[in-house]
């Protein structure tokens, strides 16, 4: 797998020998949720892992810093989707990451030791919406939030398409072919403003 832009000698020291490890440890685990994946879904073996362990598939890992907010903020990051595939979320057991289910929010109240699992756009697409990329934010918090996102990624010529799973081609597609690097560009130009 490649990163951009990463390199472990310019992390703080401290985190040298972590880091990588828990890039590893997560992939190991997202690599079980594709295998899951392609149970539930009744596809071949390695249907989902395949797309995401090749040399050229992208992941990210954002170590994120939440301060209260002030002035009455409302959000500490607002509503978005995950662009990629699944998403392991981790934090500090604070409050804060809301779900937004049939257009209202709910509160995703932290376990101790525990990780979250969210669905990116990917996954959305490849199964024809029967599984869905659920909105989330971070609400207003009055205190420091810390969490780890680990985001799995593809090699950026892959074919994003309809699974051939029951399930998912019960209806006609509702999206067109497109590759991961056609996708991410559109997303990029969406956030543009003129």
């Known amino acids: 797998m490649k990163t951009i832009g990463f390199s472990i000698d310019k992390l703080p020291e401290e985190f040298r020998d972590v880091i990588p490890e828990y890039i590893f440890q997560s992939r190991k685990l997202i690599s079980i949720v594709h295998n899951i ?5 009744e596809l071949n073996e390695n249907t989902f892992d395949r797309n995401y362990t090749n040399d050229n598939a992208l ?14 903020q409302e959000l500490a990051f607002g509503e978005h989707q995950d662009y990629l595939g699944f998403t392991l979320l981790q934090n500090d057991n604070v409050p804060g990451l809301e779900v937004n289910m049939n257009g209202k929010w709910f509160r995703v109240d932290p376990k101790a030791n525990s ?3 969210i669905g990116g756009e990917f996954i959305e697409k490849w199964t ?17 939030r810390y969490s780890i996102v680990f985001l799995s990624g593809l090699d950026l010529n892959t074919r994003i398409e309809t699974l051939p ?3 998912c081609t019960l209806t006609k597609s509702k999206y067109f072919t497109i590759t991961v690097h056609e996708h991410l560009k559109q997303k990029q130009m969406a956030t543009l403003h003129y």
């Open 165 to 167: 799973c029951k399930s």
């Open 115 to 117: 990780l979250l699992l």
């Open 128 to 144: 024809n919406n029967y599984w869905i990329s659920i909105k989330h934010r971070v609400a207003r918090i009055e205190q420091l």
């Open 59 to 72: 992941y990210g890992l954002r170590l994120t810093r939440y301060l209260p907010n002030k002035n009455d």
């Open 37 to 41: 994946a392609d149970i539930a879904l």
